[in-house]
């Protein structure tokens, strides 16, 4: 195996293969989200079992248990461990949804889809910073925002294009993110081992000590460490119990909710997700290295309530669709998400970047996976508005979070931010770097 792709990735094409990762998780849940319909129909599917498909998701609980394993290996046998493996899995799981006849085929596809795009997410954030130089990471992390952003945008697009094909043209979709999973896994076999987590790995060995005993201990004990937890958490958590909805349920609820086609409602979306892709790079890529990282996110925060106030109290007209979809699309391009890859890489030490991140996408994901597979029944039982005006309470906590706690990183190296953090004496004890 070592040499298939045995010429070296580096620079930005390292990054960008890196970045795929998400690609091939919103991808993912795109995919599914916009066929679920299609499959409800085909298999007959109730409200319980399209409830159990998005919680054991890619875009839920699959993904939080790959998330947990991911990040924990990626951290005691490094960056590079993760990309030999994980999309291998993931092609499996994509195969098998592509090929589903029945619904146990259907939900297991699913869930070992979710496990390895989990898995993969941590190493992904934690190796594109790690390997970015200090003025540049919010750009360079951007990149799998973007890579995120543009998976959505493309697998809505074909979703257009083949509907006349029905569910067959869900199944290509799946082989779309089938090959481009495995374009990705060989041109990841090029890449070089973080060189930051090699250093690491080198003075633990010379002196003798592990870098993986009592990481979660040491993660509630520090004082750093539990408010940049509470940060972390507060943001991508709250956000993503509305925006990890949307990502599974938007087409559902535009068809179901809104009375659209499913063409239309999957236009809609294409539309969203051009503007999330055109945000994350001219305001998060160019702008976040730039200026206030604080006003960049409360400006993106604040733009997402005000698209779900029109969704939620003005009905789901023309009008109210696209406004919502213009707000919502472009702040979502410097939400939460984007600036939790960037902190999230930033402010826990070396040794344990990878785990930390791991243990918070479990909770969070554990999180949605528990609000999608109710999120159905509050709609048919107590209707949208309610679940509007749930989400605009997430929304709302994770703006005030977000706007109180973000810290000021902005051209630090990954050392000069622990030190800050941690002092110069707890990182040398600790072994981090």
């Known amino acids: 195996m070592a040499k298939i792709g045995a010429k070296k990735t580096t620079g930005w094409k390292a990054t960008i293969s890196v970045a795929m990762a998400n690609y091939i998780e919103a991808g993912s849940i795109i995919a599914a989200a916009s066929s679920l319909t299609m499959w409800q129909a085909y298999l007959h599917l109730d409200n319980i079992a399209v409830g159990l498909l998005s919680a054991l998701s890619a875009n839920a609980f699959g993904a939080a248990v790959g998330a947990l394993f991911g990040g924990y290996l990626c951290d005691k046998y490094g960056r590079k461990f993760i990309y030999t493996y994980d999309l291998l899995a993931y092609m499996l799981?994509?195969?098998?949804?592509?090929v589903s006849v029945n619904f146990p085929m259907l939900l297991v596809g699913t869930i070992i889809t979710g496990i390895a795009v989990g898995a993969g997410v941590p190493a992904s954030w934690t190796y594109i910073a790690e390997e970015a130089p200090a003025d540049k990471r919010a750009a360079h992390v951007g990149t799998a925002q973007l890579a995120w952003s543009t998976g959505p945008a493309i697998t809505f697009l074909l979703a257009v294009l083949l509907a006349p094909l029905g569910l067959l043209g869900s199944r290509i979709i799946f082989i779309h993110l089938?090959?481009?999973?495995?374009?990705?896994?060989?041109?990841?076999?090029?890449?070089?081992?973080s060189a930051i987590w090699k250093e690491g790995k080198e003075r633990e060995a010379k002196e003798g000590s592990s870098n993986n005993k009592g990481v979660l201990k040491e993660l509630l004990s520090l004082k750093p460490n539990r408010e940049a937890l509470f940060l972390l958490i507060g943001i991508y958590l709250f956000w993503n119990l509305t925006a990890g909805a949307m990502g599974y349920f938007m087409p559902y609820i535009y068809q179901n909710v809104g009375g659209l086609t499913g063409t239309q409602a999957n236009l809609l979306q294409v539309l969203l997700w051009s503007l999330t892709v055109a945000t994350t790079y001219f305001v998060f890529m160019k702008l976040g290295d730039k200026f206030s990282r604080r006003s960049l996110f409360g400006i993106g925060a604040v733009m997402g309530i005000a698209a779900w106030l029109i969704l939620t109290f003005t009905g789901m007209n023309w009008f109210s669709l696209f406004a919502f979809v213009i707000l919502w699309g472009s702040a979502a391009g410097f939400g939460a998400q984007a600036f939790y890859g960037l902190w999230a890489s930033e402010l826990f030490p070396t040794r344990?970047?990878?785990?930390?991140?791991?243990i918070m996408y479990f909770l969070v994901r554990l999180g949605i996976a528990i609000w999608s597979f109710i999120l159905p029944t509050?709609?048919?039982?107590?209707g949208f508005k309610t679940a509007g005006i749930v989400m605009l309470v997430f929304l709302a906590i994770h703006c005030v979070i977000g706007i109180l706690l973000a810290p000021n990183t902005n051209g630090k190296t990954l050392k000069q931010i622990e030190e800050e953090r941690f002092g110069k004496s707890k990182a040398i004890k600790g072994k981090a770097v």
Do not use: H, P
């Open 93 to 98: 799981g994509v195969l098998l949804i592509a």
């Open 352 to 358: 344990y970047r990878a785990g930390a991140q791991g």
């Open 378 to 382: 509050v709609m048919d039982k107590l």
């Open 178 to 193: 089938l090959i481009i999973a495995f374009i990705t896994w060989y041109i990841r076999q090029g890449l070089s081992e």
